[in-house]
């Protein structure tokens, strides 16, 4: 029986057995202590194996905040031994991989024991504040491999942060973020062998944090899940690297002031649907949209930031509330400060945008993407000979280099996992 855990009802994926198979060698210094005093390294701690039934499991003994290892039960061994999978055409969807995190909180607002489990479905009441109420927060962020075997994380504890404001806004305790960090490490190391080989791909990481206890009225719900998966994953836009077409849309909006625009909450992605479905059977990759107040402004992309370059300048649409503050946006800005680009955030309008000299969008999952071209109101601009501009080339090729260990990190923003 698999072990009980955090979630109920967890049951392995009967159409991924070839991608669970067991591996054959055993993994030793697999999950860490956090009771390290340099935060940038992780220097983890040996597992124990033990005999189980039929699958393995992962659980914790005692909770993730006071230091402890984590134990691993399998009726084979663990290894960091690569999937068996095509890693040139992962592409960008769900990929069933060996294990996820979970643990739960009352309305107290503190967190129970976290576990490691074998991925698979969850149990959840119908009555769960997340499907009633879209009581619900998610994140993004990549581990990568390095040459040497090292794995490195890029930022997360901004995605912890990120998590925390938007739980509050919400109404939902949040996991600390020595929690979040450690639950990220804990999950990355379980999943070694899905991680590309470097220049294959990533390691997408997905923390969810919902409403699962049962509720009624509309009131915050009486307990929490706080989950993790990931998933190996090449480019976002099928294009890659190429340039993507964007369509601005002025009939629909993803936000309005005073709203949930500016947390990563779950019905946020809902409400772009229409829009970027439409726009996708036209030809184009995505979604560009406006402001809601005066509909000439530009906000976001339907899952990513947009920048404009003008000679030296770069400007990007201030962060105050309808935009979410996105954690490569933040990075690509001080990265183009330290090259000696000027930065503005603020108010851009559509006429600046299509007066640009280059376009571009950033996002966990996209990382920097090339805009080739804009349509707006039936006009097309096209941007550069090839639409890959000078100074989206120059981040993120910056930018990268850091994340995937390429460069020397003076930034001080990746977390070396071994």
């Given at each position: ?6 979630l ?14 067991p591996?054959?060698?055993?993994v ?11 935060k940038?390294?992780?220097s ?13 499991s992962y ?11 984590f ?11 690569l ?10 969807a ?6 996820m ?80 960090v450690?639950?990220v ?39 929490y899940?706080?989950l ?14 190429a ?37 996708k ?43 979410l ?31 640009a ?10 990382v920097?993407?090339?805009v ?12 550069g ?13 910056t930018?990268?280099s ?17």
């Amino acid at each position: 029986m698999e072990s009980g855990g955090v979630l109920a009802g967890l049951h392995r994926n009967p159409t991924c057995h070839h991608l669970l198979r067991p591996p054959r060698t055993a993994v030793n210094n697999l999950l860490s202590s956090s009771s390290s005093t340099d935060k940038r390294h992780f220097s983890p701690l040996p597992l124990k194996f033990q005999k189980q039934s039929h699958i393995a499991s992962y659980s914790c003994n005692c909770s993730i905040n006071d230091g402890s290892a984590f134990q691993v039960a399998n009726s084979a061994s663990a290894t960091a031994e690569l999937a068996n999978i095509d890693w040139d055409n992962i592409g960008f969807a769900v990929m069933p991989t060996d294990y996820m995190y979970s643990m739960k909180c009352s309305q107290d607002g503190n967190f129970s024991k976290g576990e490691l489990q074998r991925f698979g479905n969850i149990e959840l009441s119908p009555a769960s504040g997340i499907l009633n109420y879209g009581q619900g927060l998610f994140e993004g962020l990549k581990a990568y491999k390095r040459h040497d075997g090292n794995i490195l994380l890029f930022r997360p504890e901004e995605n912890a942060l990120r998590m925390k404001m938007g739980a509050e806004r919400i109404c939902m305790p949040s996991p600390s973020v020595e929690q979040f960090v450690e639950a990220v490490k804990a999950t990355v190391l379980a999943n070694e062998r899905w991680i590309p080989p470097p220049g294959k791909g990533s390691l997408y990481i997905r923390p969810l944090l919902m409403g699962s206890g049962a509720i009624l009225g509309v009131a915050p719900a009486p307990e929490y899940t706080f989950l993790i998966y990931v998933s190996p994953v090449g480019n976002y836009f099928k294009e890659g690297m190429a340039p993507i077409n964007l369509l601005i849309e002025t009939e629909m909006h993803r936000a309005t002031p005073g709203g949930t625009g500016g947390v990563k909450t779950v019905g946020n992605y809902a409400a772009v649907l229409k829009a970027q479905s439409a726009a996708k059977a036209k030809g184009y990759s995505d979604v560009l949209y406006l402001d809601s107040v005066n509909n000439r402004y530009l906000e976001e992309v339907s899952s990513c930031n947009v920048f404009i370059v003008k000679g030296n300048l770069i400007a990007t649409p201030a962060i105050k509330g309808t935009i979410l503050p996105g954690i490569t946006r933040k990075s690509i800005i001080d990265v183009a400060l330290s090259q000696g680009f000027q930065v503005e955030e603020r108010q851009v309008s559509v006429d600046e945008l299509l007066d640009a000299d280059e376009v571009f969008c950033t996002g966990t999952a996209v990382v920097v993407s090339p805009v080739g071209s804009i349509t707006h109101l039936g006009k097309r601009v096209s941007y550069g000979s090839d639409g890959v501009g000078r100074v989206s080339k120059q981040l993120y090729s910056t930018l990268t280099s850091l994340q995937m260990g390429l460069a020397t990190d003076n930034m001080n923003w990746t977390v070396e996992l071994k």
